[in-house]
């Protein structure tokens, strides 16, 4: 039997039972655009893996707790926004809750205590809101701006063991949880971008989703540097005026795109097991790139021996991201050993 230590993020849709006696097509239709546009995507973009689908509720796993706890927080963001522009009576609420705990590993899905702790902290999160385990607010303390408030210990039923919460806490007059749409509120301008002579020039509609640094061997080769800064943004929301990237297969699971003009690296996304519903920009080709400061440096294991790297920011080894390990499992290369450049499954050969 094998076991592993894994930051568990649960979701529910709040009421969705009486959603669906009153209009359960549209309901359905919504319910499989959340998957898609905002939980899937929101998991993905945070290198974590939906390992589960309950109906109306979504398990998901993250090797690394900050990036969990940060999904979260996307993915209420993204869920209340679109709440907030649609202006509807029957929008998708959700509640969402995260733990930190044993896991036991069977097949695609994974069982145990930490998937119960996180499915019962969601079921006590405000409608709108988040709420995490004592050891996931342990690990992110003073890593992450979410206002948390501490509940004690609570248990969902008599026979539950009590678990210590921390929840976000609606504001007065707020309908839509935690969030203070005033400081929340996305800036509408347009994201802007190019590469290096002009040629390829895009314009992104959407806030975006994560930031870092990647320290990989192929991003290495592709930019010719030491590491890359990233920034993903949902897919639908970038739109390339006039000429777009030509694109690259630097390994079977990935696509990067780049000006066949000037040479500079554009873009870059996943294929396999399907093609992701973000697109990851290179930072240095937005117009403002100080305004999307990294906030993690994933493919570690790569990283230049005479770079030092000064800030807390958390540090990820490429073998750790459960997006990574979904995708090169999925073309016959489960060993992060041979992953890199130009890598290819034994059938190619």
Wanted: charged share 25%.
């Amino acid at each position: 039997m094998e076991r592993k230590l894994a930051a568990i993020l649960a979701t529910d849709v709040v009421g969705f039972a009486g959603l669906v006696s009153r209009d359960e097509s549209g309901t359905l239709e919504r319910l499989e655009r959340l998957r898609q546009e905002i939980i899937q995507m929101q998991v993905e973009a945070h290198r974590g893996r939906v390992f589960k689908s309950t109906g109306d509720g979504f398990l998901a796993e993250f090797s690394s707790t900050l990036e969990a706890v940060s999904c979260a927080v996307g993915i209420q963001k993204a869920s209340a926004f679109e709440a907030r522009q649609s202006n509807a009576d029957d929008t998708l609420v959700l509640r969402v809750g995260v733990s930190l705990g044993d896991v036991v590993v069977q097949g695609t899905d994974l069982l145990g205590e930490g998937v119960n702790t996180a499915a019962r902290l969601q079921a006590m999160a405000e409608p709108g809101g988040i709420a995490l385990s004592s050891d996931v607010v342990i690990q992110t303390r003073g890593k992450i701006d979410l206002p948390l408030e501490d509940c004690g210990h609570k248990r969902l039923k008599d026979t539950d063991d009590a678990i210590h919460v921390y929840m976000t806490r609606s504001k007065p007059g707020k309908s839509l949880g935690f969030l203070d749409f005033d400081e929340d509120e996305p800036d509408t301008s347009l994201i802007k971008g190019s590469c290096l002579c002009g040629s390829i020039a895009f314009e992104i509609s959407a806030p975006p989703i994560s930031t870092g640094y990647c320290h990989c061997s192929i991003c290495q080769k592709f930019t010719g540097s030491a590491m890359s800064a990233w920034t993903a943004f949902p897919a639908a929301a970038v739109r390339f005026v006039g000429q777009e990237p030509r694109y690259f297969a630097s390994s079977p699971i990935a696509e990067r795109g780049f000006c066949p003009r000037c040479g500079s690296s554009l873009t870059y996304k996943l294929v396999r097991p399907r093609e992701t519903a973000y697109l990851v920009i290179f930072t240095s080709s937005l117009d403002e790139p100080n305004r999307h400061a990294p906030a993690i440096h994933s493919g570690i294991e790569s990283q230049m021996s005479w770079i030092e790297i000064l800030d807390d920011l958390p540090r990820m080894p490429s073998a750790d991201s459960r997006v990574l390990q979904e995708a090169w499992s999925s073309v016959g290369l489960p060993d992060p050993r041979t992953w890199g450049p130009m890598a290819a499954s034994e059938e190619v050969f």
